[in-house]
């Protein structure tokens, strides 16, 4: 799990860390798989009460982490020997964990095995399945990057139906479904599939949404069963996200409001340029001088040249 500012997360309810420190409960016993620096461990820490062990395999970020929790240990846990900690959490934390492990049905076995009796899963995963995964696709890119869905780190990639697969391979039973979700713009959209020759519909926008096209991170939690796996969905849309794309056109509505503002500004300085270029214009012209002669200067001219005199 990569690091972070402390409190960053708790402000977001549409943030998958956000989500998950929700779902940990007052003074629960939490293993932190993938602790980084142990600043979420310390939230919960001090915030809930809880009791915080962490694993990285980052030597430097566990020493930072044991300054905060009960124990950090320096473990991979695919690999390693966790006897030492079998049944002693309530809780085990997998944020952005699951798709970096090489073999994870095993592994997520294994870790069913540092659970108490009751004890719970919590883990968060990137959907594999986002429209903006889908859209590069869709016109033949496929980069990977240093973070994000398509992080350079990750082993495997899941939508909801291959995670789901996964956990009940692994022998759990998810109980809790979230979701953080990121939509884009029907513009963008539309300019993607354009480019690739296509024109969206409102059966093609019904159709991504119905199929997690919006969902960032699948969040929850699951139990160690042998029962048969509930029939669960991770919600299309994080309610959250309506909020902040609300401020956000808020924004954009000042900021179009600003521009209109400014135009008509510059609007209004050019037709002033525009009358006073004219005003100077006329100014200058010969029959705007005659008509503006000063009297005494009339007077003097009439003076100074005398009617001439008729012959004969």
């Not at 020759?197 to 991170?217: D, H, R």
Request: hydrophobic share 35%; aromatic share 6%.
């Amino acid at each position: 799990m990569s690091n972070y500012t402390q409190n960053q997360y708790v402000k977001d309810e549409n943030n998958s860390w956000s989500i998950v420190f929700e779902l940990v409960k007052d003074k629960q016993t939490v293993l932190d798989i993938g602790c980084s620096s142990g600043n979420f461990g310390a939230e919960l820490i001090n915030r809930k009460a809880c009791i915080v062990d962490g694993i990285d395999m980052d030597e430097k970020d566990v020493k930072l982490a044991q300054k905060k929790l009960r124990n950090a240990y320096v473990q991979n846990v695919e690999s390693d020997n966790l006897d030492h900690l079998i049944g002693k959490y309530d809780a085990v934390l997998m944020m952005d964990v699951i798709e970096h492990l090489v073999t994870p049905v095993p592994t997520l076995k294994k870790i069913a095995t540092l659970l108490k009796p009751g004890g719970s899963l919590i883990f968060s995963v990137p959907n594999m399945a986002h429209i903006s995964v889908r859209l590069d696709l869709l016109l033949g890119d496929l980069d990977y990057r240093n973070t994000g869905l398509l992080d350079d780190t990750h082993l495997h990639f899941y939508s909801e139906k291959t995670l789901l697969k996964v956990l009940k391979n692994a022998g759990y039973t998810v109980d809790t479904a979230k979701s953080s979700t990121v939509s884009y713009p029907k513009q963008l959209v539309n300019l993607k599939l354009e480019e690739a020759g296509l024109k969206a519909s409102p059966k093609f926008e019904k159709m991504i949404e119905k199929t997690k096209g919006n969902v960032y991170q699948l969040i929850g939690t699951a139990q160690p069963s042998s029962n048969t796996i509930k029939s669960i969905s991770f919600p299309d849309k994080n309610p959250h996200e309506e909020h902040y794309l609300q401020i956000e056109r808020a924004m954009n509505d000042q900021s179009r409001h600003l521009r209109n503002l400014e135009g008509e500004i510059q609007a209004r300085d050019q037709h002033i340029k525009n009358v006073e270029e004219r005003l100077q214009h006329i100014v200058n012209t010969r029959t705007y001088k005659l008509a503006h002669v000063p009297l005494k200067s009339l007077r003097k001219a009439k003076t100074v040249i005398k009617p001439k005199k008729k012959k004969g």
